[in-house]
């Protein structure tokens, strides 16, 4: 049909791969150091970070590989935090495509402007690029950094149809001046190409996680405002300088009113737990003979955002909630803004394996109970809850395809139009009406969905050239402001004063995110030099905010590293 139309689509990125920075990072600086010290040593081939969950391998990957005069990184995360499997990150033409956007708008390779969904085309494009870094290095001897963050999660949660771990090229495939850097659990992973596992047998090239030092956990407690009397080195001794425990001692130390109180949690024997799994079942163990609260967690391992208590009540009960939080609350997020989700991703599959076995088996009927009873919940949230816009979703991964179809209509995707939802949500649903368009080959209704894809584009199109971060920010509309900032497919210039709004206003977690977002290091440190004459006020801007979110050390040892066009005949003004 396509082909017969047509029709082109302008490549653009199918999801969002920048890891978000929490508020109480710490940077541990012996890891970054050597994994910084095994990218400039490589040449080519791979490089691993490996740990355990919830050890910081995807913040110290965001916040301490980024792209410089060194090195241009282009970035592929296989799993961002609030969003569940089942989107496409693990498809290989997903991986091929976002990877192509990265390296031809970020680094600013050559490339096709217009997508495709052909793996074979897809391969040849990137294998096409990847010459492209070579010629690069040695005409400029600038590495390219690929970084996969979060490969384990492919095996253990997605079910694709071609796997984006296969595309991953032989290790003596890989040309010089490329390196991947992958971030993963392990890498015992289907479908990985037998050589990288024995190039990364190589411990200059296998970086582990190290444990965090005392004084960050010291900082961290500080952070919190813990009690003076809460031990901060018996908080150390239990955390063990892990960072998910760290931050799980510190939730469950928070009101504490006594030092008995905080010993008993610090405890080994009669505290919360000493490593993320025994937390866990430590938890498990004083919830699960109470089956609805177990159906709480069960609905908000597979939720996909954040849910009112109050939808929760009317599913499972108003005990059944409070239980939760009571017991649980410190390995919950959003108690305080009343709206509830799991912390991390960790306990998210815990639980989920927790609440999928029958008769010591897993039950697809299990799985259907709960993504009906979450789409229940999305049909009757008020309008203008972000959970209302999920049912599609939830439908979808309870194998309830006539109901997507049914819901995905053009007034549907209109309304998501005039919602202002970012073109990268829309297309998600998008995707997931032609999945189940797929199993009917009803080739009228998918000629009937190509015509509402096409029609959306269109009117996506029509306001491409629109700031809607400006236009949300003058309008009062933060929130929006905020989503649109935070999607993959902006590319605006407004994010600088919703950053200083944020920030003015006490949001520092998404005045952060924000910047890490929309960060212009790629502009900074483009390969042949920062243009003085066009890109001065991005610096400047940069420079003017970075403070807050990086050391000050860093941002000036950037600044100085940063390499500059010849400035010419500028004015003395601009020279300065």
């Keep these: 049909f396509i082909k017969e139309l047509g029709w082109k689509q302008k490549l653009r990125q199918a999801n969002y791969h920048r890891f978000p920075i929490p508020d109480d990072f710490q940077p541990n600086e012996e890891t970054r150091d050597a994994l910084l010290t095994a990218i400039r040593a490589a040449t080519s081939g791979y490089i691993a970070l490996i740990g355990p969950p919830g050890t910081g391998k995807s913040t110290l990957l965001q916040q301490s590989v980024f792209t410089t005069q060194e090195f241009g990184v282009a970035r592929y995360l296989a799993f ?6 089942g989107l496409g990150r693990a498809e290989a033409t997903e991986f091929l495509n976002d990877l192509t956007f990265e390296l031809v708008n970020h680094l600013d390779f050559s490339g096709s402007r217009y997508s495709s969904d052909n793996l074979s085309s897809l391969r040849q494009e990137f294998a096409r690029q990847l010459n492209e870094a070579a010629t690069r290095w040695r005409e400029t001897s600038r590495k390219t950094v690929i970084i996969i963050d979060g490969l384990d999660h492919v095996p253990r949660e997605e079910d694709p149809a071609v796997s984006f771990l296969t595309q991953l090229p032989a290790a003596n495939a890989v040309p010089e001046g490329v390196v991947f ?10 479908g990985l190409n037998p050589t990288i596992r024995q190039q990364l047998a190589d411990e200059r090239r296998r970086i582990s996680v190290r444990r965090l030092p005392r004084a960050a956990i010291f900082q961290m407690a500080d952070a919190a405002n813990l009690p003076s009397f809460v031990s901060r080195a ?3 001794e239990a955390s063990a300088g892990h960072p998910l425990t760290t931050r799980y001692l510190i939730n469950a130390l928070e009101g504490v009113t006594s030092e008995d109180a905080a010993d008993r949690i610090l405890s080994q024997s009669d505290g919360i737990g000493r490593e993320p799994t025994e937390i866990y079942e430590r938890v498990w163990l004083g919830l699960r003979a109470k089956e609805e609260a177990v159906r709480v967690l069960g ?13 929760l009540a009317r599913a499972t009960g108003e005990l059944a909630v409070e239980k939760v939080i009571k017991k649980a609350g410190f390995l919950l997020a959003g108690i305080a803004d009343g709206r509830l989700s799991l912390f991390h991703n960790s306990f998210r599959l815990f639980v989920v394996n927790a609440t999928q076995a029958r008769f010591g088996l897993v039950s697809e009927e299990l799985e259907r109970g709960y993504h009906a009873q979450l789409a229940e919940i ?3 949230s008020p309008v203008g809850d972000p ?16 109901s997507v179809l049914g819901i995905g209509t053009s007034d549907y995707f209109r309304n998501l139009l005039r919602e202002h939802r970012p073109a990268s949500e829309i297309f998600i649903d998008l995707k997931l009406v032609f999945r189940a368009v797929k199993g009917t080959r ?3 209704l998918l000629l009937n969905k190509l015509l509402i894809a096409k029609e959306i584009d269109y009117r996506l199109e029509a306001v491409s050239d629109l700031d809607m971060v400006k236009l949300f920010l003058r309008m009062g509309k933060i929130d929006l402001a905020v989503t649109h900032a935070l999607s ?19 949001d520092h977690e998404r005045a952060r995110h924000v910047f890490n977002a929309n960060e212009p290091l790629e502009q900074l440190f483009a390969s042949d030099g920062l243009d003085v004459r066009n890109s001065l006020s991005i610096l400047r801007e940069w420079v003017q905010r970075a403070p807050h979110f990086r050391p000050f050390d860093q941002v000036h040892s950037l600044v100085s590293s940063i390499a500059l066009h010849s400035m010419g005949d500028i004015d003395g003004e601009t020279e300065e």
């Design 80 to 85: 961002v935090p609030n969003e569940r499997y």
């Design 299 to 311: 609905l908000l391992a597979r939720s996909e955002g954040k849910i009112r208590p109050e939808e």
């Design 378 to 380: 999305a049909a009757s």
């Design 387 to 402: 959970q209302r816009r999920m049912e599609l979703r939830y439908r979808a991964r309870g194998g309830d395809d006539p």
């Design 442 to 444: 009803d080739r009228v």
């Design 181 to 190: 850097l992958l971030g993963t659990q392990h890498l015992d992973l289907e």
């Design 234 to 236: 018996a908080l150390d």
């Design 488 to 506: 993959s497919d902006y590319g605006g210039e407004a994010w600088v004063k919703l950053v200083d709004h944020l920030w003015d206003n006490g």
